[in-house]
């Protein structure tokens, strides 16, 4: 069974940084395609960034430029930097997983941008 652990969220003024983590178990890392997503109060889940096992990235246009998704197979581990941080930025952030066509999210990692 695929479980993910997120890390590295917390509170940071508007113009900072902060780096996620997530850490796979359960699946063959190298060959997973991987995703960020998050969820404002109110708001439905959107996805913030793809990265696929060849490493190709994608970034919805609110986050292009601010942020960069990265992995390292060798340690089962998703980043997600996030720069120039805003207050729309605060949602709880999701690690997603998509392995053998199934998929799999962590538990979420709260970021909260203040003014």
């Known amino acids: 069974q695929v479980q993910l652990v997120e890390s590295g969220g917390g509170l940071v003024q508007a113009g900072g940084s902060l780096k996620l983590s997530c850490t796979a178990s359960g699946t063959i890392f190298s060959l997973t395609d991987m995703a960020w997503y998050r969820q404002a109060p109110g708001n439905e889940r959107e996805l913030v960034a793809t990265i696929i096992s060849g490493s190709t990235t994608n970034y919805a246009s609110s986050v292009k430029g601010r942020f960069t998704i990265s992995r390292d197979n060798a340690k089962n581990t998703l980043y997600l930097q996030m720069n120039s941080l805003k207050p729309d930025d605060t949602a709880v952030y999701y690690c997603?997983?998509?392995?053998?066509?199934?998929?799999?999210w962590g538990q979420g990692t709260q970021v909260t941008v203040s003014a």
């Open positions: 997603n997983a998509l392995w053998r066509r199934q998929e799999y």
